[in-house]
């Protein structure tokens, strides 16, 4: 079974070109698969794998508690494998085929108004240690709607300042161009002039933009720490991750006006039914508008 799997990685790698966040899901996801038909239903080879042996896997998930999130992921991972297989030839059949999707209720994301998004940005003293990277860093994210993986591999090269865009690299290697606005222009610009080149003088070499104090890359766990620091600091109370700040990018775009295409294009959402969660959000901001000054609701 492992060949087969090693077989089927290597494909999401090579002709999907997936990011390494999405092979390390996919591979986590087959390889508790594998262990359950090999350690529970004693088979031996994949070709022995029944619609029956799926469903008693998933099953098995769901009696461990586990999220219909979770469980939709692990669904869509065996059906595509399974379907891999087939194509490939190396099954006669796909027992993945009659596999029903958990239906998932759809949640909406949970975003900071703007006086909550300025909580945060102010509360960063311009004296604290790492303050001028601390505020470029989530300024960017905010006005820019990037993704935290996204914002730990921007690199200066990817800075178009005369054109007041930057370059993203999104899922998939995927390219965007977001525009940049003036505040975080400035901010970019204060951090990269007083602060990156010190930490730089470290790691000469280390072509991102944002650094540790070792001056290596930031990773995505440091940002989710500083994100919980400035925000606790701030007396914000919801539950606040660097993806918020992306949820509110887009959220408030779409309660200023923007149309739900250009919203799509500057999140790099490959379907715009992606992008559509945010319009539901909008909605609610409206009835909320519409609770709170309408006479008739007095």
Same mark, same amino acid.
């Given at each position: 079974?492992?060949?087969?799997?090693?077989?089927?990685?290597?494909?999401?790698?090579?002709?999907?070109?997936?990011?390494?966040?999405?092979?390390?899901?996919?591979?986590?996801?087959?390889?508790?698969?594998?262990?359950?038909?090999?350690?529970?239903?004693?088979?031996?080879?994949?070709?022995?794998?029944?619609?029956?042996?799926?469903?008693?896997?998933?099953?098995?998930?769901?009696?461990?508690?586990?999220?219909?999130?979770?469980?939709?992921?692990?669904?869509?991972?065996?059906?595509?494998?399974?379907?891999?297989?087939?194509?490939?030839?190396?099954?006669?059949?796909?027992?993945?085929?009659?596999?029903?999707?958990?239906?998932? %209720?759809?949640?909406?994301?949970?975003?900071?108004?703007?006086?909550?998004?300025?909580?945060?940005?102010?509360?960063?003293?311009?004296?604290?240690?790492?303050?001028?990277?601390?505020?470029?860093?989530?300024?960017?994210?905010?006005?820019?709607?990037?993704?935290?993986?996204?914002?730990?591999?921007?690199?200066?090269?990817?800075?178009?300042?005369?054109?007041?865009?930057?370059?993203?690299?999104?899922?998939?290697?995927?390219?965007?161009?977001?525009?940049?606005?003036?505040?975080?222009?400035?901010?970019?610009?204060?951090?990269?002039?007083?602060?990156?080149?010190?930490?730089?003088?470290?790691?000469?070499?280390?072509?991102?933009?944002?650094?540790?104090?070792?001056?290596?890359?930031?990773?995505?766990?440091?940002?989710?720490?500083?994100?919980?620091?400035?925000?606790?600091?701030?007396?914000?109370?919801?539950?606040?991750?660097?993806?918020?700040?992306?949820?509110?990018?887009?959220?408030?775009?779409?309660?200023?006006? %923007?149309?739900?295409?250009?919203?799509?294009?500057?999140?790099?959402?490959?379907?715009?039914?992606?992008?559509?969660?945010?319009?539901?959000?909008?909605?609610?901001?409206?009835?909320?508008?519409?609770?709170?000054?309408?006479?008739?609701?007095?």
């Amino acid at each position: 079974m492992e060949n087969f799997l090693k077989d089927y990685i290597n494909m999401l790698k090579v002709e999907r070109n997936l990011a390494r966040n999405s092979l390390d899901s996919y591979h986590r996801d087959l390889n508790q698969y594998h262990h359950y038909l090999e350690s529970e239903l004693h088979l031996k080879t994949i070709y022995n794998v029944t619609l029956g042996h799926i469903r008693s896997y998933i099953r098995c998930l769901t009696d461990r508690g586990l999220s219909a999130n979770t469980i939709k992921r692990a669904v869509s991972s065996i059906r595509t494998y399974h379907n891999f297989l087939s194509a490939e030839g190396h099954v006669k059949d796909n027992p993945a085929q009659l596999i029903d999707t958990p239906k998932v %209720a759809r949640k909406l994301p949970e975003v900071l108004t703007i006086q909550e998004i300025d909580q945060i940005l102010n509360i960063i003293p311009e004296n604290a240690p790492m303050a001028r990277r601390d505020l470029a860093i989530f300024e960017m994210m905010y006005s820019c709607g990037l993704r935290v993986t996204e914002l730990c591999d921007f690199t200066t090269k990817d800075i178009l300042w005369d054109s007041e865009m930057i370059s993203v690299k999104g899922k998939g290697n995927k390219q965007r161009f977001v525009p940049i606005g003036p505040i975080v222009r400035e901010n970019l610009q204060d951090y990269l002039n007083n602060e990156r080149s010190g930490l730089a003088e470290k790691n000469p070499n280390v072509p991102e933009v944002f650094l540790s104090r070792n001056g290596r890359k930031l990773t995505r766990m440091m940002v989710w720490i500083l994100l919980k620091k400035w925000t606790k600091t701030a007396d914000i109370t919801k539950k606040v991750s660097p993806h918020t700040l992306r949820h509110s990018f887009a959220t408030h775009l779409l309660e200023g006006g %923007a149309d739900l295409r250009s919203v799509q294009e500057m999140l790099g959402h490959r379907d715009i039914s992606t992008t559509q969660v945010y319009t539901h959000l909008d909605n609610e901001h409206l009835k909320e508008v519409h609770r709170t000054y309408h006479p008739r609701f007095n």
